[in-house]
Structure formats: C-alpha cells, structure tokens
C-alpha cells in the first residue's frame, strides 16, 4: 500500500490513497507522531475505528436513514449501525481509492471524479498541503444538482505516546453549544448553553481542563457515551480562532484547529471491538481523541437548507 509524503523542516504528513487515511502528523521539534495509525497498513482496508480517514458523503449519524432530494424523492442510505446510517454507510469515503495527484512540494490533491452510491454525483477534490507548522485539509464538492455533502477527516490524536491514553491531555474549545443525543445517538433536537445550564458541566471545555474529567460520570449522558465523549458541539460563532486547542500534560505537544465548519464531533474512543495494533499494542479505550470538524450530525432532518452544488470545506491543524 503506497505512502504519500509532505514534509518541510517543521512537520512532516504522510497518508494513503485508501480513504485519503492520514498515518502521520509529525511534529520535527519533539519527534512526537500526533496520530493514531495501525501498525499493518492492511487494516485500512476495513478500518473499522476510521482511523485518519476522510469521511462521507454524509459524516456523522443519520436517523430516520433516509433524505429527500431536490426532486423530493425519498433517497434510502445504508443502515450500517443498527437503523442509523453512519459516516457515509459500509462503502463510505473511508474504505474508497482516491486518485491521488501532486500539484507541487507542498500539496497533493485527491479526487473521486464522480461519487455517487445513493447520493447524486459530485467530483470531489481534496488538498492536503503544508505551510511552516500548518497542515491544511481543504475539500471541494460540485455537482449539478443539489444534493448532499458533509466530509470531515477522522483522525485520532495522541500528543502523549507514553501515557497511552489522553486522559490526561488538556483541551480547550471556543463558545458552542452541545447537542443532546438520544440512547441511540440522534440528536434530539436540544441544545445545552454552559453558560446557562450547570447540569453537563462535566463536558464544557470552554475553560481549559483536563479530558478525563468528562469520563465516567453519573450523568445519563456519560452513559450513554461508554463512559466519555461522543458528542457534537456547535459553535456559536466560526470566526473564532482557534476553535480547538489540544496539549498533553507537560505542554510540550500542542494542536490547534481552525475551521470554517459549525460543529466539532469529538470522540474519544470509547467502544473497543477489533484489536487491532497501533504502535505496537492493541487498541485501547481512550487512546486517542478525534475532531470530525463538520455540519451538525442529523442536519437533513434538522435543517431546511441542507442540499448543495457547491460544497466547501476548509480545517487548519497548527503544531506546535
């Protein structure tokens, strides 16, 4: 399975046509890999944790598993988690073969000349590039009708290899709201202001503190989440940079994102199935913790404006 490199003398980024999986983001000052990746290539293949993969065409859970498109047509999508339809269903973008290009030092470019599966056909064409310690993942969809369209990247961070998990790791998040999910994780149309509401607390990271804090608590939510985080939350405001800021404890490893996105899925590894290897051991519950930097999961049945010709996307992820 063939590697794609960028590197400068700050940072250095590798990934796969599979998925456009990301292997590596290495940042040169302290050596330190900040991504999960399995140790055998081949298990991208299936990739049942998504690990580094760009997800579509609809990231994020969908219930009831359908939408209706610009015609009104009832469009079914797969239902590959229990009645949900999740992250683009079992052929999503994780598990497809970009085309891959290199436009020049800095940038590659990826492409699906003419996805479709349930959805109408769109070209999709993704950059991956690097500036200095910035690496760039900016993704463009046209189709000739409206239709359907949410990727993000779903790669899984640990600034701290030692610790195993990121437990420990501090994380703070400019103003959003969260959004309340259901046992069976559809969002149920309820939003919790922190500033108005004490009783999730637990999950407000608008004042830096440690990740771990937010697992195994009483709360119904937690429960819910296997004892952690999987959970979208949607920012008030988009200009704010950065919108996520992420060290371990010694601060010596930092990340921060921008973004031109609504929400943040984070997750944070909370169901453990396959044990797979990554660096060296199997996977463990809360080994790593990932920002899927999307549109609010459920949006077609939440939003009246959810069809597109034209998407854009646009996630900065600054190392430092």
């Not at 498109?69 to 992250?87: M, Q, R, W």
């Not at 996977?283 to 609010?296: A, D, L, S, W, Y």
């Amino acid at each position: 399975m063939k590697r794609y490199t960028l590197e400068n003398h700050e940072i250095q980024i590798e990934f796969l046509a599979m998925g456009g999986c990301i292997t590596k983001i290495i940042n040169k000052k302290t050596k330190t890999n900040y991504v999960l990746s399995y140790d055998d290539l081949w298990h991208y293949c299936t990739n049942p944790y998504f690990f580094g993969a760009i997800i579509g065409r609809n990231a994020g859970r969908t219930f009831p598993a359908y939408y209706l498109s610009h015609k009104k047509d009832s469009i079914l999508l797969d239902k590959n988690e229990k009645g949900n339809h999740l992250h683009g269903g079992a052929a999503g973008f994780h598990l497809r073969e970009f085309r891959i290009f290199k436009k020049n030092l800095t940038t590659y470019e990826l492409r699906l000349d003419n996805d479709s599966g349930p959805y109408e056909r769109m070209a999709i064409k993704i950059s991956y590039r690097i500036e200095k310690n910035v690496f760039t993942i900016e993704i463009e969809g046209e189709a000739e009708v409206p239709t359907v369209c949410n990727l993000t990247n779903h790669a899984y961070f640990n600034l701290d290899r030692e610790k195993r998990t990121i437990e420990d790791h501090l994380l703070k998040m400019a103003d959003a709201k969260l959004q309340l999910i259901d046992e069976q994780f559809i969002p149920t149309g309820e939003y919790i202001d922190f500033q108005s509401c004490t009783r999730y607390q637990k999950f407000d990271f608008t004042t830096e503190k440690r990740i771990g804090e937010a697992f195994d608590s009483e709360e119904d939510l937690s429960k819910i989440c296997s004892g952690g985080i999987d959970l979208g939350y949607c920012f008030k405001k988009r200009n704010q940079h950065p919108l996520i800021s992420l060290s371990n404890r010694a601060r010596t490893n930092w990340l921060h994102i921008r973004s031109n996105q609504e929400c943040a899925v984070i997750y944070t590894l909370n169901k453990i199935a396959e044990q797979n290897l990554v660096s060296g051991s199997p996977v463990q519950k809360h080994q790593g913790i990932t920002f899927e930097m999307q549109r609010r999961p459920n949006y077609v049945h939440e939003l009246a404006d959810y069809l597109d010709k034209n998407y854009y996307s646009i996630t900065e992820y600054i190392i430092e």
